[in-house]
């Protein structure tokens, strides 16, 4: 067997080195775009792990139970004082929430993948807050008057109190206040602001059920397969070669 010359034996190699290094770039580059696709798939399942979790919260505020109406209340006035006394109450208070993962969510590198739940997370997040920060300047304004506070707190626990006008000026005042809390803040199912809590919460729901369901790992263009084709025939092609070299077909 007569060995080639060292430029053919250079020439061949070289020739072999570039089949099989061209065709493994590609394979190593599709392979790391998948595992990107992939880790994008897992990181949004994780993030809605913490938006379900967060949402399960806010249902506690938002009349969140399934077939619950929300708040309906009387129209006639004197009804509704009879039926939520408690509201005239100074002390009545709301534990607040922090909701991480519902506020950042427009600062998520998932961002561009969330299009369809973006609008209603960021507006159940507008409901949430403008809720406590009412709240806020409610507890601001009842504790502002310590001395109004204290008379009305003992008082209303005593049916046959009777109550100064200055008194009877700061309970209505605060009656007023959890009214809005309750019927525009929260609302209900006849609330007409769709940006109250109660209609927020289960548009931004519904819309992070059905992103859910049709989540799925986003898949590689048609078109790799045409490079996979292309990549997998250099391969052949170069072993094709070496077994020609080697004389063993």
Known sequence: MTLPDIPTSVAFWAGV?????AAGAWFTFAATVLGSRR???QGIRNLLVGLNAE????????????????????QDLRALTKEQKDWFNPSRY???LETPTLQ???RSQ???HLNTIVQPLVKLNYSFRRLFDFHADFR???NNSPVLYTSVFKKLKDPQSVYLPAETDFMNFVFGMNHRMHNNLIGGEETTDELCLYKAFRSAKSALAQFEVQLHAEPLPWWFWIFH???ACLTIIAAWQVLRWFSIV
């Open 229 to 231: 084709v292309l990549a």
């Open 140 to 142: 601001a304004f009842v």
């Open 110 to 112: 998932y961002i561009r």
């Open 104 to 106: 950042n969510l427009t």
């Open 17 to 21: 080195a570039t089949l099989l290094s």
């Open 55 to 74: 949402l399960d919260l806010i249902s506690q505020w938002a009349s969140g139970g399934e077939g619950d109406r929300g708040y309906v209340l009387p």
């Open 39 to 41: 880790e994008t798939y």
């Open 94 to 96: 709301i534990f607040t």
